[in-house]
Every structure is written in C-alpha cells, then in structure tokens.
C-alpha cells in the first residue's frame, strides 16, 4: 500500500471540519449526525472515523480550528500606526468576516460552540486555554494603548482586556439578531464609548 502524505492527511481533516462546520450551523452540534458529515464530506464512515474517533473529538477539533484562527489575526497589528488603532483593526475586521456571508456559519457555531462548553468540560477547557495564550499576547497594546491616553492609566490593564473582549462577544449576539448592523459605525461607536475624549473620531461633530 502506497504511503499516504501528512499533507495528504491534513487535506482530508480540513475536509472533514469544513464539512462538520456547514452541518453544526446548519442543523446544530447535537442534532448533526456522522452520517450527516459523511453526506456532506462525501467520505465514509471509516474514513472518517481514521482521523477522528468521534463525533466529540471533530467538535473539539473545530472548536480548536476556529481559535486558532483567532490567533492567526494577530499578526495584522503589525501594520497599524498605534496600539489603540491595532485592537480596533483586530475587532473590525473579525466583526466584517463574521458578517459577511461566508462567516454566517462560522458566526452561528461559535455561539453555539460556547453555549456547549457551559456543559462540555473539554470544550470549556479549550476556551480557558485559548484565553490563556491569546490574553497576554492582546495585554501589551492595551497597556500601550494606556500610555498613548487612550485608556485611563489607572485602570487595571487585564480589567481593560476583558471588558473589550466581552464587547466582542456581544457584537456577535447583536450580529446574529441584526445581520444588517453597520459595523463601521458599531465600532465608532464602541470608539467613542470606550475610549478617552481626547481620542480623535469620524463620529465627533
């Protein structure tokens, strides 16, 4: 039997995410079936089942696909002119790709992916874990952002963080009860509400 590539083998776990993505938004977590991934994937149950043991271990698998992803969008602050411009970058472009038509099943199962880690021990424990690498690498611009008078300096740097992060959060909920948010003004808007006065805005009069 000819030697199957590790490339070859990432192919088809990509393939089987993708698949297992469009079946959770569609149909929901628990509702999706293996067959309803086979269906989709157009693989068998053995194949499948040669890269994931389980229905659990592809919604793990997801779960930790969709926060790395989360990381990779770091790498565009690079290009900003300031810390305070790069964590406002960051969340105005994961907010347009998860509203544009492409993201809608990204955006659903991310809901729906946390929903479950409410119950889900490993899936909880991913969260915690994703939080632990991707905080401190967010920290550092939110205390420049404080040294360039965008934040005030006496405030806790990881209190900060948060409260950013859980607006986040909820722009997704706003997203998925209102698709037709304009996100342009939501996040000068959230400019405006979070930052200091001193900080220019296209929404000052």
């Known amino acids: 039997m000819p030697k199957v590539s590790e490339e070859y083998r990432e192919a088809r776990r990509q393939q089987i995410l993708a698949a297992s993505v469009v ?13 309803d991934i086979c269906t ?12 994931y043991a389980s229905k659990q271990a592809i919604i793990e698998a997801v779960f930790v696909a969709m ?20 964590l ?14 492409a993201g809608s099943p990204l955006l659903h199962l991310d809901q729906m992916l946390k929903a479950e880690s409410t119950h ?8 915690r874990q994703n939080a632990a690498t991707v ?14 008078g ?25 997203l998925l009860i209102d698709p037709q948010i304009d996100l342009d003004r939501f996040v000068e808007t959230m400019r405006r509400l979070i930052l200091r006065p001193s900080i220019d805005s296209p929404l000052k009069s």
């Open 120 to 127: 889900n021990p490993a899936l909880l424990e991913h969260l």
């Open 67 to 86: 926060e790395q992803a989360t990381r990779g969008k770091l790498s565009s602050v690079a290009t900003a002119s300031s810390a305070t411009e790069a």
């Open 88 to 101: 406002f970058s960051l969340a105005q472009a994961a907010f347009v790709e998860l509203a544009a038509p």
């Open 135 to 148: 905080y401190p690498l967010i920290l550092p611009l939110i205390v420049q952002a404080q040294a360039e």
């Open 23 to 35: 079946c959770f938004a569609r149909k929901g977590i628990h509702p999706t079936t293996m067959d």
């Open 150 to 174: 965008s934040f005030p300096a006496d405030l806790d740097p990881e209190m900060i963080l948060r409260f950013v992060v859980a607006v986040q959060d909820g722009v997704k909920v706003q």
């Open 40 to 51: 989709e994937s157009r693989l068998s149950r053995g194949a499948i089942y040669g890269y």
